[in-house]
């Protein structure tokens, strides 16, 4: 074999595992089907925190996985109580308790909670240029949403880390521009 012939096998080699490997990370995490959204009965749809509620007819996508985890997953941080009346509806998934706004707390999208196997695990949030450690406690569910169960919102989305007011202090984003900021996180 001459060396052109052996650089042009490698280089064929490089291409088709980028191209593999862009399919692979591609199709990672797809829809897994939608629901259609009800109307919320009134005084149902708790909007704490600018929280959406279900539109009557209106079609949510919804998810069974989320982006794969690495050393800096980006995601979409939101905002959200944990507090009993806050807009996280009801007690957190993993210990059936609610907590504090005070303390530095998160739900995470179906996939990355990984069936409760995030439960009590704190993860990394870097944003704003700043870093925090936060416990999970909670799932952003993906799969399901407009019931009662979940406040009359629509599912999250797949790459949604929900925190509570500590996060977003300790992040150091000034309280007017609380809501949704892209960040990276991982496990601590």
Sequence with gaps: MTASSLKASVLLLCVLHLTYSSDVEAQSCRPSGKIEGRK????????????????????????????????????VLTLNSFQKGGDGGGPSECDNQYHSDDTPVVALSTGWFNRRGRCHKQIKINGNGQSVLALVVDECDSTMGCDGDHDYQPPCRNNIVDASKAVWKALGVPENDWGETDIKWTDA
């Design 40 to 75: 919320p009965p009134p005084g149902q749809c708790n909007q704490e925190n600018d929280s959406d509620c279900c539109v009557q007819g209106k079609f949510y996508t919804t998810y069974t996985c989320s982006p794969p985890v690495s050393t800096n997953t980006r995601a």
